[in-house]
């Protein structure tokens, strides 16, 4: 089975698609896709269905999109086992199992976006930690590439997926800044800022991106256009959130505004380790 939710739900057993058009199967699909190999509780797909006001029929009504997705997954076993000429080798039930108190979507050590994508990023984060930033840059790149859009970008959220959703953007904007951090150690600078004029627009009180864009600048020869990007964020954090920049985000503002080389790497240093996600 090959999954795929960085971006549209693509669920594949033997090639041949078994996502649902249906909403609700979908929303389903989508959460036991997620956890795949994992016992999924009846309890949580209630909820994810009905946002806490379950009808009296809920578990009824789970178990018909359960059936529902079986039958997809029955006409794509039988059609792999007529392109390979042999028999079933699984059944739909195999594959959807049924187990105390919840689903299990066994992928058969398929393929998972997000199995990879951790397994990517472990890897480049472990390579930033020995030094080694080239390696880190290209590691988290290819585990960026992994996504093509927002997590379940095509698929009505629930309570389950919503925080699901935002979890996985929280660990691919943690992959995206150590990227970012390992291609300015690179001294790619320039490469870097039309991305970072896009991610500065679009996470508006991310303190961490606009740390790195006043960097880019600064290395760039545009300490003023540097210095505008710490005022912007300070009035949205004011404005917004009711705070300052942060202490290492001051501190490299400071560094910038004096011009003096040395101190803007330290403050860099300090900004890169120490900056947290605000927005």
Not at 209 to 227: K, N, P, T, V, Y
């Amino acid at each position: 089975m090959d999954i795929d939710v960085l971006g549209a739900l693509a669920v594949r057993e033997n090639g041949i698609s078994i996502t649902p058009t249906a909403s609700k199967p979908r929303q389903v699909l989508a959460l036991l896709a997620l956890h795949a190999d994992q016992v999924v509780p009846v309890s949580a797909l209630i909820e994810e269905l009905w946002a806490g006001e379950p009808p009296r029929s809920a578990r009824t009504t789970l178990q018909t999109y359960v059936l529902q997705l079986r039958a997809l997954i029955a006409t794509a076993l039988e059609q792999g086992a007529e392109e390979d000429g042999a028999g079933p080798r699984r059944t739909a039930k195999d594959v959807l199992v049924t187990l105390p108190g919840g689903y299990l979507l066994n992928s058969n050590d398929g393929t998972s976006d997000v199995r990879e994508f951790d397994r990517l990023a472990g890897k480049g984060y472990r390579a930033m930690d020995a030094g080694d930033f080239a390696g880190a840059a290209r590691l988290l790149r290819e585990a960026l590439s992994l996504w093509s859009g927002p997590a379940f970008a095509d698929v009505q959220n629930g309570v389950q997926l919503d925080m699901e959703t935002r979890r996985l953007e929280e660990i691919r904007l943690c992959a995206l800044d150590r990227r970012i951090e390992a291609d300015l150690r690179l001294g790619r600078h320039r490469e870097l800022l039309a991305e970072l004029t896009v991610l500065v627009s679009r996470y508006r009180a991310h303190e961490n991106l606009h740390g790195q864009f006043m960097l880019a600048l600064h290395r760039s020869g545009r300490r003023g256009e540097a210095l505008d990007v710490y005022q912007r964020l300070r009035v949205t954090l004011v404005r917004e959130l009711g705070l300052e920049p942060s202490a290492a985000l001051r501190q490299l503002q400071r560094a910038i505004l004096m011009a003096a080389p040395e101190n803007v790497v330290d403050a860099a240093e300090n900004a890169d380790d120490r900056l947290v996600h605000a927005g």
